[in-house]
């Protein structure tokens, strides 16, 4: 029974994949820069976190039309709300500050996902993460995408590891007969204390499948992390990241400030 259950879930993805292949790549943003974990927030739980980033070193031209991201700072507020023991939902609002434009309101996500329940027993720790929005044409040529992310991750001791192979598409914008978009986002980190993690974050948008950007227009990033486990109610994380391909902001900072609410007692609904 647990099987079949994995094909179907399996074969909704590759179906969710295939439709999908009509339509275009996405440019990767630095608003919400995270890989994510398998685990899903606990029902009766409000997660809100606030990602910060500024961009020392970025593009210093428009191109497009699209305000260029140097000495951009992005601050980007995220409601997290779990609906049962492998569900939730998630909502973002997505804001720059900039010399010359001051603070603007770039747009709004909404994230649905799912997980594996823990009574699959699963080896590794196995969700599937959907995020439509809208983001104005002057911060993304592309103002309407949806982006569907497979997230797998596992604990091996001190060292954990998680892969985010994200697949993109755009509704509205120049790119919306490209096809379909690979955006991988990987996380090794390893415990140096109970509080404090180190590791290195890699995000790239590759381009169109089947037929990849040059490794020149290609989108890289890659950062060294900490994270700070002081509370199971407090998310901290750190980091520092270098661009090194021609299409990538060449130095960004970032930092990810989360607080869990509970809302009652937790129920297990399987």
């Avoid at 909502?91 to 996902?113: A, K, L, M």
């Avoid at 596992?154 to 690979?182: C, I, M, S």
């Avoid at 986002?185 to 790239?204: C, I, L, P």
């Amino acid at each position: 029974m647990r099987n079949s259950t994995i094909r179907l879930a399996v074969n909704a993805v590759l179906a969710i994949a295939a439709l999908l292949c009509v339509q275009s790549t996405v440019a990767q943003g630095n608003y919400e820069i995270q890989v994510y974990g398998a685990d899903t927030v606990a029902p009766k739980t409000l997660m809100t976190e606030l990602h910060s980033n500024f961009t020392p070193e970025g593009q210093k031209s428009d191109i497009d039309g699209v305000i260029p991201t140097n000495h951009q700072e992005h601050e980007t507020l995220e409601l997290t709300e779990g609906i049962t023991s492998w569900s939730e939902i998630g909502f973002y609002v997505f804001t720059s500050e900039q010399n010359g434009h001051g603070v603007q309101w770039v747009g709004d996500h909404i994230r649905p996902r799912v997980r594996a329940p823990d009574s699959w027993h699963l080896p590794v720790g196995l969700s599937l993460s959907t995020e439509i929005g809208y983001q104005r044409a002057v911060y993304s040529p592309d103002t309407w995408t949806w982006e569907i992310r497979p997230i797998i991750d596992k604990t091996l001791g001190r060292w954990y590891l998680a892969v985010n192979p994200a697949l993109e598409r755009t509704f509205h914008g120049p790119d919306v007969k490209q096809g379909l978009g690979f955006s991988p986002g990987v996380k090794v980190s390893y415990d140096f204390t109970r509080v404090v993690s180190g590791g290195v974050e890699y995000y790239a948008d590759y381009g169109r499948l089947g037929a990849f950007d040059s490794l020149h227009n290609q989108q890289q990033q890659i950062f060294v992390v900490t994270d700070l486990n002081t509370s199971p109610k407090w998310e901290i994380n750190i980091g520092v990241g270098v661009g090194p391909t021609a299409g990538t902001d060449h130095l960004i900072v970032k930092g990810i400030l989360g607080r869990r609410f509970d809302w009652g007692r937790h129920s297990r609904i399987e």
